[in-house]
């Protein structure tokens, strides 16, 4: 009897308490909406006390490429055009560039290749599988592309260098590469002079 007198009493308390939760928890629920609403945020180009150069647009971070703005599509990167293996250098055919391409093959390239192309590098000596001489005739019919995209790809047995070689230097690479084919190929008549005779002295 005692009891069912106190819960009575109690009862409009519980409810005032209940009624004043709920109001607290919709107030907060009100708060985070408008929160999410409301962020503080720079408007385009407006000035910031927060950065040293007083620029609220900040600069691409190096060696990073902004969402959407990275272009596989080029040769330059893939080695292709319409698809196919092209036969043609994207980048201008320098001496320096020549000069990197035989820096970096020789880093990377000569321990399973020679430094001749052969196949003959001290790795292949020691067992690894040999790879084929790049004087073959079929390696001097690939389209310069392949040579990109071996490198940047992996081929059979041999790993990709696509971490370690950026685009650019594959290209050195493989007009290095082309260059060591034709020094086994050219003919005698289109050296420069001072090279026949060099040539011609040896022989005698
Ligand atoms: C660890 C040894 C190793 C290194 C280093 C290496 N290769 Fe190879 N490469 C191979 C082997 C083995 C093959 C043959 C793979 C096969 O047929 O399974 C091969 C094959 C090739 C081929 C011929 C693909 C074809 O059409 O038959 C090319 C071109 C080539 N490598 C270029 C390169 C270049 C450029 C580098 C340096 C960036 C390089 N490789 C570094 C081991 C190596």
Redesign the pocket.
Same mark, same amino acid.
């Given at each position: 009897m005692r009891t069912r007198a106190i819960a009575a009493q109690l009862a409009p308390a519980a409810r005032l308490l209940a009624a004043g939760g709920g109001a607290a928890m919709l107030l907060l629920l009100a708060g985070c909406r408008q929160d999410m609403h409301n962020q503080p945020r720079y408007k385009p180009l407006a000035q910031s006390a927060f950065f040293p150069d007083g620029r609220s647009v900040r600069p691409q971070v190096r060696g990073t490429v902004a969402r959407g703005e990275l272009d596989v599509g080029t040769v330059f990167l893939t080695g292709k055009a319409d698809g196919k293996l092209t036969p043609d250098l994207p980048v201008p055919l320098t001496r320096e560039l020549l000069a990197r391409g035989r820096q970096? $093959?020789e880093i +990377?390239?000569t321990?399973?290749?020679g430094r001749l192309g052969d196949g003959n590098?001290i790795?292949a000596q020691r067992g $690894?599988?040999?790879?084929?001489s790049?004087h073959s005739e079929r390696?001097r019919g690939?389209p310069i592309g392949? +040579?990109f995209d071996?490198?940047t790809r992996g $081929?059979?047995?041999?790993?990709d +260098?696509s971490d370690r070689?950026p685009p650019a230097d594959r290209w050195a690479?493989a007009a290095y590469?082309r260059a060591l084919q034709y020094s086994r190929q050219a003919k005698f008549d289109e050296l420069p002079a001072d090279m026949k005779q060099q040539l011609e002295r040896s022989a005698q």
């Open positions: 970096r $093959f +990377f390239c321990p399973c290749h590098g790795v $690894f599988r040999h790879p084929p790049y390696l690939e392949h +040579f071996v490198i $081929f059979g047995a041999m790993t +260098f070689i690479i590469i």
